[in-house]
C-alpha cells in the first residue's frame, strides 16, 4: 500500500496490492494532512486523503 514506482518509471498509489492511482505521475509525496503532491512535467497538483484527483497536474507551484 502507497506510493509505488511502476515499471515505467513513473509513480501512482496501491491499496491491497492494485493500483488506485494510476502510475502516470513522475513523483508522488505526502503533504499535509494526509494529502499527495503530484508531480507530471514540472506542473504540480493534488490528491486527497480519500485518493480522489483534486487538480490534475497544471500549476507551477502549490502552497498552503
Request: glycine share 10%; with cysteine; charged share 20%.
Amino acid at each position: 500500500n502507497g506510493i509505488n514506482q511502476a515499471d515505467n518509471g513513473k509513480y501512482g498509489i496501491c491499496k491491497n496490492g492494485k493500483y488506485i492511482i494510476d502510475p502516470t505521475y513522475d513523483s508522488i509525496s505526502h503533504s499535509k494532512n494526509g494529502y499527495f503532491l503530484t508531480q507530471r512535467e514540472n506542473l504540480y497538483g493534488l490528491i486527497s486523503p480519500d485518493y480522489k484527483v483534486i487538480f490534475n497536474p497544471k500549476f507551477d507551484s502549490i502552497h498552503w
